[in-house]
């Protein structure tokens, strides 16, 4: 699993697996994490933020970084 998701909550993190990797509907994820489709839909676009922050960070966290690299 990528770091990143990894980092995200569980209900957040399963959310994501359960849409873009094993591909069910936001219907079937609501029955099978016991919420209602909106909140499962929430959770996605909250999870989708939080990567797409996540991903936006990275080079400036490589670059922060970049001089405490030590040959």
Partial sequence: MAP?????PADLRDTVRFY???????DEIA??????????????RKAT???AADDAARPMRQEHTK???RA
């Fill in 4 to 8: 990143e998701l990894r980092d995200l």
């Fill in 20 to 26: 873009h990797i094993d591909g069910f509907s936001l």
């Fill in 31 to 44: 029955l099978l994490t016991g919420v209602a489709k909106e909140t499962a839909r929430s959770r996605l």
């Fill in 49 to 51: 933020e939080a990567l």
């Fill in 67 to 69: 001089h405490m690299v």
